[in-house]
């Protein structure tokens, strides 16, 4: 089925400096100055705000995704950064990337609408070739952490870190959801609605790019 979620009003507070990469073969990297001194509400409680996008469009600088092709679709449109996984695509999700990103420790929360669909979420320390790790919520109350990566032959598998409810998430399509996740070292928190709902710890991806992911079950 055809289905949409919708972001806006992201941002991400930094403990370290972030390190962001330009697309080129460059290796040069540039450290992003602070925007604002501003107190950062999740664990550790500490950092600055390096980020802050109402994702109404494409000008801040973070080179966010933009395709409307026949699997995937990332575009802003009507005051939002919209994702919608095709049903002639032969993936089952749909992520889209800020690829002038690359945070270690820090704090990433985005407001979130899902219209259809199944989950919809965060995906951060993207460390490229499909590995990283991806929270979503449900319309129905469900949430999950999973990891990405890659085995020594170099197939692409998906483990689960976590799953479960939350009373803390509200229910239905076309329903505004806080989403949040600070990340310290293997130390991983998850958040709804300025409420903490769980903590991981894995080390397998230390740093990499922040984005959004939509997804449906088999």
Known sequence: ??????????????TTPSRVSTPSTSSTQVTRSPI??????YTPFKGNLVLNDALKDNTQGYQWNEMNNDTLYCQFADNAYRLRLLPQSKYQIDWCFANNTDY??????????????????????????????????????????YLYYKDNAGTVQ???????????????????????????AGVINLYVNNKRIQTIQDTTFSHGEIGFATHQYD
């Open 1 to 14: 089925a055809l289905y949409n979620a919708i972001n806006s009003g992201l941002r991400a507070a930094s």
């Open 36 to 41: 604002a001194q501003e107190p950062n509400p």
């Open 104 to 145: 270690s420790n820090f704090a990433f929360q985005v407001e979130m609408t899902m219209t259809k669909g199944d989950c919809g979420g965060l995906i951060f320390r993207n460390a490229g070739d499909r590995q990283l790790y991806y929270y979503c919520i449900t319309h129905q109350g469900g949430y999950g952490l």
């Open 158 to 184: 998906l483990k689960e870190l976590t799953k479960g409810d939350s009373p803390l998430i509200y229910t239905g399509y076309n329903i505004k959801n806080l989403l949040a996740v600070s990340a310290n």
